[in-house]
Structures are given as C-alpha cells and as structure tokens.
C-alpha cells in the first residue's frame, strides 16, 4: 500500500485536533479587559498545544516523506499516536482552567499525555524501520540523537516535578517544544537531495 | 469516475467523526483524582469507538485500494455507511454517561449502531462487486469469511444480551474489535503483491 | 488553475458540515426509551440534511470532474455555495428543536437556506460554463431539465405553504431529496464514457 | 519537500475554522421572529469573517500554486499563519454577542487578530521568496502593491478607530474585504499563462 491515504487521514485528524482547541476559548460575555484577561492561561495552554501538535505534523510529515510503503500494523501504529495525540485537546482544556497551572493534577495529566505521544512516534517509527530493508532512508537519516535524548529526559522529569513545583514542569514543556521548533539544518540538507 | 474524491470524503468524515468523541471529554473543574475518575467511563468508550472507527478507517481504506471506478450508486452506499458511522459519537455519548454502561438501553443502542454500520459495510461491499466485472480483486481477496461470521453472530448476540447483563454486551463489542485488530497476513500478502 | 484544492477544500468543508450536526443530537441523561424518543425530531432533521448534503456532494463530485480549470470568480462562486451549505447544521438544529416542525418559522427558514443553495449551485454552473468554450462537457451533459424545473418549483412552493401546513412544506422537502437521489442512467453512461 | 501535505493540512484546518464559526449560532428556542433577529449580529459577524477566511484561503491558493518546494522553516511560517486565523472563530463570537459591535474591545480584538493574520502572510511571502531563486514566479508576479498599502492603512487605522467609533472600525474591515474579493485581471491571467 501507499502512504498517500495514511497521510490524508492524518493530516484530517491533526487539523482537527489542532483547531478544536479554540472551541474551548470561550468568548467572554462581558467587554472589560479583565474579562479577557482571565481568557489568558487558556489561550497560553492553546498556544503550547497548537506547537506541539504542529510539530508532530512536521515530524510526521518527514517520517512520511521518506516512506515509500506501508501494512496493516503501521496504520494500527498511526492510529495509537493519533489516539493519544486526539487526547491532547481534553488535557490542554483541564490545563487552562482558571488557576490550573498552579496545580499537580492538570499538569502531570498534560505531561503524561505528551510523554505517551513521544512513545506512540517513536513505536511508530521502530515499525516502520521495521518493515523497511536497510537501504530505508529513516536509517540513513542524520541521527539527532541528542534530541530524543533530552526531550525524553525532560519529559520524564516534568511528571515527578508537577507534584513539587509545577512551574518547573511546565517549563520542561516549553523546553521540548523549543528543541523541537529549532531547524535541523542536517536533516534538511537531507530532505534537499532526496 | 476514479474513487479519488471518495476516499477523500470519507477520510475526511472519518476523521472528524474519530476527533469529535474526544469533545465529549469534558475537563473536570475540580482538580482531585476522583474528578478524574469519574470520566474514566467516557473515556473507555471513547477508546472503543476509536477502534472501532479505525477499524472501519482500515477496511475502507483496503476496500477502495482494489476499487478502480465507482458509480452514483455506490456514492450512496458509501454516504449510508457514512451515515451510520456518524451515529457513533452519539451512543458513544450516551454510553459513556455516569452508570450508563450499566443500562440496557444505552448499551444496546450503542450495538445497534455497530450493527447497522456492518450492514452499511456489506452493503458497500455487494454494490461495489456487483459494478465490477469477476476479475475484480475483492472477488479474489482471500476471504476471511470466518470473521464476517463471529463477527456478525456477536454483532446479534450483543442486542438481546444487553438486556440481560451489559456486560456481556460489552464483551461482545470488545471481542469484535479484537478480531478485527488482528493482522491478516493473508490479506497482507495479496495487498502487497498488487 | 487546477481543480485539485477547490475540490479538497470543498470536500472539507462539507465533511464537515454533514458531520457536525450530529453534535446537535445531544445524548439524553435519562435512560428511558421516552428519552430517546424525544432525540427523534433531532434525528429526523439530521438525516434530512444529511441526505441534502450527501446531494450537493454527489452533484459536485459529477460537477468538478468535467471541469479543466477554475479561475478566482469560480473559487467565488463555489465559497458563495459553501457558505449557504454551512448554515444548513443552523436551520436543521433549529428545526430539529421540540415540536418546531409544527411551526412555520423553522421550517421556512430551512426551506430558505435550501433554495439558496440551489441558487448558489445554479450561479457556480453559470460562471462555470462561461469560463469554458462550447466544447465544456457541462453543455454536452445529458440536460434533466425536468429534475431542475420540479425541484424549483418545490422550494418555491414550500416557502408559502410552511406558514400553512408544515406538514406540505417538509413533503416538499423529502420530495425534493428523493428527485435528486433517484440514479440518473444517462449521466452514468455519459461519466463512464469520459 | 513539495506543497502537497502542506496545501492538504492548510486546506482542512482553513475548511475547519471557516465550517466551527457557524457553531457559534445557536439556534434560538422560541420561534418568533424577534428571536431569530437577536442572531443577526452573529450572522453578519459569521458572514464578514467568512470572506475575510474565503480570502485567505483564496490568497493561500494562489501562493502555494507558484511555490515548487518548501522547507521547514516555511511549514513554521505556515502553521504561524494558521494560528492566527485559527484564532478568528474566538473573536468572531466574540464580536457576535449581543451589542458587542459596539464595544471597543471586541472590535479592536478583532481587528488584532486580522491585522496579526495579514502580518503572518507577509512573512509567509517573504520566506518564501527567500527560499527561491531570482525566477521564482513570486517575483514576477504582477505587483498588485497598491492593495497592501491601503489594507495595511486600514488595519492600523481600525484599531484606534475602535475606541473612538466602532462603526468606522467596522468599515475599515469591511472595506478591506471589498478590496480582495474584487478580481485581479493581471494575476489571472498570469496564472492561466503558467
């Protein structure tokens, strides 16, 4: 099978779950800047979600890229990371509550979720190496190892953190996201000459 | 007519019937473990429903993979199937509600529905057979009959046992799932080789 | 211009607006078979519109495949029809509300937001055949003149009668639906040919 | 890389903010006239931010059919242009509530998110034309400059305006909307030369 009706479909559930995150702006019924003030954490937990979400497109949209094919067991494996991508809305939503980023719940409840689409990706792409021969380019792709390797530290730290301060946690978040933001000049080199 | 816009159609139908179950998950206010808890009902069923919409996503997607034309009528058999696959947000809904998996009406209303979508499936199926001539590759797929009938004898079972005891019901609607999710190597087999 | 995106959006946007107004069919609290009942002014609006919806897809899909090219007036004209669609979940879920297909406002308001979107579809076959030459398919197309002059003639109609006899409006209405989802051998034969 | 996923991604999240907007109105309960007028702001907010999404869509249409390749970092200055839009919906309900187009804030909060939309597109052109060679089409596009200048004029005039009279503010925007939807016979015929 081709990969042209996995990326249709993923890209028709990120889409989604990116804009419906703005449903849960709701627009305040009276007009004083306080008014949209208090709007503020959500549209903050908004914009922290609609990153993350644009980076699992663009990663996604490498990964892709480079695969030429795909089976049964890497649409299942597409489907967990969206599964657990589509839960990033709820949490996102629990997040921006009125003076929720002050408590652990919220916080370790975003961050476990997060954590589980970093698992979901990286099963997602140990199917496809998987699947593929060794001449698959996901195997030749310039290892940015250090990335997986901070972000993964990041995330683990930010679950036991939301219980102590969960200021530390969310800037572990913040970090992932501007790890990940930073161009990759190797792999677009890469993706250049392909 | 090519199946181009189809696939697109349905993908995109697929995809927002699959995100928008997750609205349903509304944040708790509270912050407490038990608040969190006390979506866990939803939330399993929201995990059901995802499967089985990825199963449905699946299948679609192997069906119009050997699909090389398509008519007016077959639009319509795949706006029925569409239709019903609409409904599952909606008993999703109902089901997931505080002790709803406890009642028989939710719970048989939610087997209704799947029922009525793998009518809407076969009937997709005979309509699109019925256009093509006998070299068409669904009458050479090698048939899993053995799945279309468990399937469909848990499928009957699953409406008068909700009224019984729903969790046998539920039982019946995981055991689908779980025969569906199993890869088919068979089928793999044929797909790759087209 | 190709018509690739115009039809991807399109296809988007009517996704979904056939699926959100199943977010309108709110799942009841209460368990009883009353409860459902009550879903089933809902639910007969929604699969009314679900139906229209499914037509102007159909006739759109028939539309874009004889064409070559699209210019910004026919991006216009076509937006222009998407918008009078997009108000369909409105007018459907006003309909659809307790005993309103009894009054006479709801149900001329749907009736409303219908025959605009058949005047919207007649000015995009408009634009489109003038941006074509004499050789465009749309005028070598199998004229079913009659299905245009009943179904006019029955939107007209039905705007007077809802504020006699809903009941005459809404008949207007399924009639209408059932000319239009009758198959139409010649325009079968005539796409199989291109 | 080429625009293929980056124009299907654009194209649902656009089909998604432009069909959510309608959500916003709520169908009334009563049935009286007088209830279906309280809507009207809605409506006619619904229907300005409609065009003004329709352009963009529009605009990004156009872009994208001239553009050959895209790296990462213009899948960031898209995803930077999608959330700005994606933001249209929050002030468009906003703007919609009952007597708000007379308050400053929800005009100028509005206005915000238009002005921030049309800086986003700037950059997008921009890094865009960076990532091209002196022949990319972009360059040689018929420079329409004079329609850059006056709805940036009247941009930065309407949010002052705003807090003066918001029905001048009001103007600008739709002022601004006539300016785009009005046909460019150059770029047309620009683009069917290509």
């Known amino acids: ?13 990120l889409a989604i779950i ?10 305040p ?8 003030l208090k709007v503020a954490p959500v549209f903050i937990s ?5 990153i993350y979400v644009g980076i699992y497109w663009n990663n996604h949209h490498h990964l892709m890229h480079v695969t030429q094919k795909v089976n049964g067991k890497i649409l299942w494996a597409n489907l967990h990371l969206l599964f657990w991508l589509s839960l990033i809305p709820f949490t996102t939503s629990w997040l921006g509550e009125h003076q929720h980023y002050k ?14 689409c970093a698992v979901a990706y990286f099963v997602l792409e140990r199917v ?23 972000s993964t530290t990041l995330y683990i730290l930010a679950l036991p953190l939301a219980f102590i301060n969960t200021l530390l946690s969310i800037i572990c978040f913040v970090g992932v996201a501007i ?3 930073m161009p990759e000049r190797r792999l677009e080199e890469f993706m250049e000459k392909e």
């Open 1 to 13: 099978m081709k990969t042209g009706r996995l990326e249709a479909f993923s890209d028709g559930v």
């Open 18 to 27: 990116i804009t419906i995150m703005v449903l849960e702006m709701k627009a």
């Open 29 to 36: 019924e009276e007009v004083s800047l306080n008014a949209l």
């Open 46 to 50: 908004y914009l922290l979600s609609f």
């Open 103 to 116: 408590e652990s719940l919220p916080v370790a409840a975003y961050g476990f979720v997060l954590l589980m």
């Open 128 to 150: 496809l190496i998987n699947y593929h021969d060794d001449h698959f380019a996901l195997n030749k792709l310039p290892k940015l190892k250090w990335k997986d390797y901070v």
């Open 179 to 181: 790890i990940w933001i």
